[in-house]
């Protein structure tokens, strides 16, 4: 055979393969995953999925940089494809080309960090975060993007987002991001110089099996059995749908009912409380109230004020408030983290006594006026005035009858994996950042297996290895009705998780609010987030943690304690002695003891109330006086050296 007819007949063989490869894709109504739109972030140096749905049987191609890799739409109506690594960098367009061409612009190729958690999570810069003013109005960050998954809840893992948009870091799109991802990713952005983006995923007041999906979740007996009861038919328990459902109604009917009502004038025989505070946290009979509580406070304006707009601030409302002066409404605004400020008209202003009158709705957890007493005033040409608004308020819960007492707070095992991390696979990330626990304090004990146990769930599922996952240790608190053993077990069990492969811990025991279970400095919080990240996720050799407990020796009547991630060293304030600690002996009796630094990574314990030591705790209380940091400035995390069991405060 001539070589004339062998490539011919090579030719004739490869036509139908080049022909398939070149013919133009067919699918049609072809849908992009919701997580692919303008402005998205693709992660860098791995294999990226891209994914979504069409009419079955069509083909369809997706192209960036240059890369263009082709599918078939499977018979489910699903497709995906798979582009290849590659390095930081864009912007990019990505084309999706079916019988009609979808062109998403923008596109950078970085890295993706997916936040998590409840509230502190969930925090908003807007939430009066400090320096939040000028926090928002710098946030001009075009290479940070961002993308907040709405809340949902499922009891089946669904595979799509209600909504949902990348948007590019800017003081109109940060605002209502979560404080502590930004603060991160902030960070993260400026140390290492790539587009970074920021998968918000977060839901206040939930605990962490709710997070975690059910194949997982069931290998705990607890879970397994509520779970089982929650499918049974003969069950009877209501659906966070039918008890969300339960509550619209029963709002709607206050509402009905306020249209028709006059706004109470004479609040004197009412009781007596002082805000700005959650009822819960207040020396009334509110403990654990939800529903609708009327407070009414009269204030005094000077003369020449008389006739002159007013800005009314009220600080942070839990949840819903509608608010009068003089019997004229001046606002309303539904959310526990965002601050109220009302415009009070001058034609309602008077010289002399004026009364301000809030109508709060409060459908689970702490309920009222909080924050810091800082934030509630009267302001009048720029100025604030000198009318109290904060301090002595009357109350009344008995204005319109009962609420339906069932829990807002979506806390069945998997619900919220099923509809708000589900849906996020298999989008690649760099890692995982997770603050919460508060939730699950009472039931410490189980969160040394529940945490881990979702931590190696969430890295299953992604199928990318053990990606970095960093926490936040809970803060210092004063928590309502807990004893000493309640929070620092639940950070003892943080503490624990560290034995995992790929984690770290950022300690937030020494910026906390005792008053608050929301403090405000967010910034420290991402700042050791950071930290953390560039030692377990970037390979960089800082010091990224406060001191841990290593070891202790017994030398005499003494205790020897070893840190490890010291830094230079240990550390305190010159002019301060060592507090925190307590020594106990054999009779389980802890009392205060001196702590004196030896060396670099060394503290000597004593009691004159202690003979014979076998056991130190320190800052074993859920908002304890510790001041023990490292040469970085980083707080040491409680600790104790024993493992003796304490009953767990019910919750």
Same mark, same amino acid.
């Given at each position: 055979?001539?070589?004339?007819?062998?490539?011919?007949?090579?030719?004739?063989?490869?036509?139908?393969?080049?022909?398939?490869?070149?013919?133009?894709p067919?699918?049609?109504?072809?849908?992009p995953?919701?997580?692919f739109t303008?402005?998205?972030?693709?992660?860098?140096?791995?294999?990226?999925?891209v994914?979504?749905t069409?009419?079955?049987?069509?083909?369809?191609?997706?192209?960036?940089?240059?890369?263009i890799?082709?599918?078939?739409?499977?018979?489910?109506g699903?497709w995906?494809?798979?582009?290849?690594?590659?390095?930081a960098?864009?912007?990019?367009? +990505?084309?999706?080309?079916?019988?009609?061409?979808a062109?998403?612009?923008?596109?950078?190729? !970085?890295?993706?960090? +997916?936040?998590?958690?409840?509230?502190?999570?969930?925090?908003?810069?807007?939430?009066?975060?400090?320096?939040?003013e000028?926090?928002?109005?710098?946030?001009?960050?075009?290479?940070?993007?961002l993308?907040?998954?709405?809340?949902?809840?499922?009891?089946?893992?669904?595979?799509?987002?209600?909504?949902?948009?990348?948007?590019?870091?800017?003081?109109?799109?940060v605002?209502?991001?979560?404080a502590?991802? $930004?603060?991160?990713?902030?960070?993260?952005h400026q140390?290492?110089?790539?587009p970074?983006?920021?998968?918000?995923?977060s839901?206040?007041?939930?605990?962490?099996?709710?997070?975690?999906?059910?194949?997982?979740?069931?290998q705990i007996?607890?879970?397994?059995?509520?779970?089982?009861?929650?499918?049974?038919?003969?069950s &009877?328990?209501?659906?966070?749908?039918?008890?969300?459902?339960l509550?619209?109604?029963?709002?709607?009917?206050?509402?009905?009912?306020?249209?028709?009502?006059?706004?109470?004038?004479?609040?004197?025989?009412?009781?007596?409380? #002082?805000?700005?505070?959650?009822?819960? *946290?207040?020396?009334?009979?509110l403990?654990?109230?939800?529903?609708? %509580?009327?407070?009414?406070?009269t204030?005094?304006v000077?003369?020449?004020?008389?006739?002159q707009?007013?800005?009314?601030y009220?600080?942070?409302?839990?949840?819903?408030?509608?608010?009068?002066?003089?019997?004229?409404?001046?606002?309303e605004?539904?959310?526990?983290? %965002?601050?109220?400020?009302?415009?009070?008209?001058?034609?309602?202003?008077? !010289?002399?006594?004026?009364?301000?009158t809030?109508r709060?709705?409060?459908?689970?957890?702490?309920?009222?006026?909080y924050? =810091?007493?800082?934030?509630?005033?009267?302001? &009048?040409?720029?100025?604030k005035?000198?009318?109290?608004?904060?301090?002595?308020?009357?109350?009344?819960?008995?204005?319109?009858?009962?609420?339906?007492?069932?829990?807002?707070?979506?806390?069945?095992?998997?619900?919220?994996?099923?509809?708000?991390?589900?849906?996020?696979?298999? $989008?690649?990330?760099?890692?995982?950042?997770?603050?919460?626990?508060?939730?699950?304090? #009472?039931?410490?004990?189980? $969160?040394?297996?529940?945490?881990?146990l979702?931590i190696d769930? /969430?890295?299953?599922? /992604?199928?990318?290895?053990?990606?970095?996952? +960093?926490?936040v240790?809970?803060? *210092?608190?004063?928590?309502?009705?807990s004893?000493?053993?309640?929070?620092?077990?639940?950070?003892?069990?943080? +503490?624990?998780?560290?034995?995992?492969?790929n984690t770290g811990?950022?300690?937030?025991?020494?910026?906390?609010?005792?008053?608050?279970?929301?403090?405000?400095?967010?910034?420290?919080?991402?700042?050791?987030?950071a930290?953390?990240?560039?030692?377990?996720?970037?390979?960089?050799?800082n010091?990224? #943690?406060?001191?841990i407990?290593?070891?202790m020796?017994?030398?005499?009547?003494?205790?020897v304690l070893t840190?490890e991630?010291?830094?230079?060293?240990?550390?305190?304030?010159?002019?301060e002695?060592?507090r925190?600690?307590?020594?106990a002996?054999?009779?389980?009796q802890?009392?205060?003891?001196?702590a004196?630094?030896?060396?670099?990574?060394?503290?000597?314990?004593?009691?004159?109330?202690?003979?014979?030591?076998?056991?130190?705790?320190?800052?074993?209380?859920?908002?304890p006086?510790?001041?023990?940091? *490292?040469?970085?400035?980083?707080?040491?995390? =409680?600790?104790?050296?024993?493992?003796?069991?304490?009953?767990?405060?019910?919750?």
């Amino acid at each position: 055979m001539s070589v004339r007819s062998l490539f011919a007949g090579v030719t004739s063989l490869l036509l139908p393969t080049l022909f398939t490869h070149c013919q133009s894709p067919t699918a049609t109504e072809v849908q992009p995953h919701q997580l692919f739109t303008d402005n998205a972030v693709l992660q860098r140096d791995l294999s990226i999925p891209v994914w979504g749905t069409a009419n079955p049987g069509g083909t369809l191609e997706v192209e960036i940089n240059g890369h263009i890799e082709r599918t078939e739409v499977s018979q489910d109506g699903n497709w995906q494809v798979n582009l290849p690594e590659m390095e930081a960098g864009g912007p990019y367009e +990505l084309r999706i080309r079916g019988e009609e061409e979808a062109v998403l612009e923008n596109i950078m190729i !970085g890295d993706v960090w +997916l936040a998590s958690g409840q509230s502190n999570m969930e925090w908003p810069l807007s939430g009066q975060i400090d320096d939040y003013e000028n926090e928002i109005a710098n946030a001009n960050y075009p290479n940070i993007r961002l993308f907040t998954v709405h809340r949902n809840t499922s009891i089946e893992p669904l595979t799509q987002l209600d909504s949902g948009q990348w948007n590019e870091c800017s003081p109109e799109t940060v605002a209502n991001l979560s404080a502590v991802a $930004y603060f991160f990713g902030r960070e993260i952005h400026q140390e290492q110089d790539v587009p970074i983006g920021l998968l918000h995923s977060s839901w206040g007041g939930t605990p962490a099996e709710a997070w975690t999906s059910e194949a997982s979740v069931r290998q705990i007996k607890d879970f397994s059995t509520l779970l089982d009861s929650i499918r049974s038919a003969e069950s &009877g328990s209501l659906s966070f749908a039918e008890k969300q459902k339960l509550q619209e109604e029963a709002i709607a009917q206050a509402d009905e009912r306020l249209a028709r009502m006059a706004i109470p004038q004479d609040a004197k025989d009412w009781e007596t409380m #002082s805000l700005p505070t959650l009822w819960e *946290n207040a020396d009334t009979p509110l403990e654990g109230y939800d529903g609708y %509580v009327w407070f009414q406070k009269t204030f005094t304006v000077p003369n020449s004020y008389e006739s002159q707009p007013l800005t009314l601030y009220l600080g942070m409302i839990d949840d819903v408030d509608i608010t009068w002066v003089n019997g004229q409404k001046v606002g309303e605004t539904k959310g526990y983290n %965002v601050s109220r400020v009302y415009e009070v008209p001058p034609q309602v202003v008077k !010289g002399g006594e004026n009364t301000i009158t809030v109508r709060v709705l409060d459908t689970g957890g702490g309920g009222g006026l909080y924050g =810091p007493e800082e934030e509630m005033y009267l302001e &009048g040409n720029g100025q604030k005035l000198s009318a109290e608004i904060s301090g002595s308020w009357k109350y009344d819960e008995t204005q319109e009858g009962e609420f339906p007492e069932v829990s807002m707070f979506p806390s069945e095992p998997a619900i919220l994996y099923n509809a708000m991390i589900n849906p996020l696979l298999p $989008y690649v990330i760099k890692g995982a950042i997770w603050y919460q626990g508060e939730s699950n304090a #009472s039931r410490a004990a189980q $969160y040394q297996t529940l945490f881990p146990l979702m931590i190696d769930d /969430w890295r299953s599922q /992604w199928n990318i290895g053990d990606f970095p996952f +960093l926490f936040v240790q809970l803060a *210092n608190f004063n928590a309502p009705g807990s004893g000493p053993e309640d929070w620092p077990r639940l950070r003892e069990a943080q +503490l624990m998780t560290l034995g995992l492969p790929n984690t770290g811990m950022a300690v937030s025991i020494d910026i906390g609010d005792a008053t608050d279970i929301h403090p405000r400095n967010k910034q420290d919080v991402g700042y050791r987030l950071a930290l953390a990240a560039r030692k377990v996720a970037y390979g960089e050799d800082n010091v990224y #943690s406060g001191p841990i407990y290593e070891s202790m020796r017994v030398a005499g009547d003494s205790v020897v304690l070893t840190f490890e991630q010291v830094g230079e060293g240990l550390f305190k304030m010159p002019d301060e002695k060592l507090r925190g600690f307590e020594v106990a002996g054999e009779d389980r009796q802890f009392y205060s003891a001196q702590a004196t630094i030896i060396s670099n990574t060394e503290i000597s314990i004593k009691s004159p109330s202690v003979n014979q030591p076998v056991a130190v705790r320190y800052g074993w209380y859920s908002n304890p006086d510790v001041n023990l940091y *490292n040469s970085e400035g980083l707080p040491a995390s =409680p600790f104790r050296t024993d493992d003796w069991e304490e009953p767990e405060v019910e919750s």
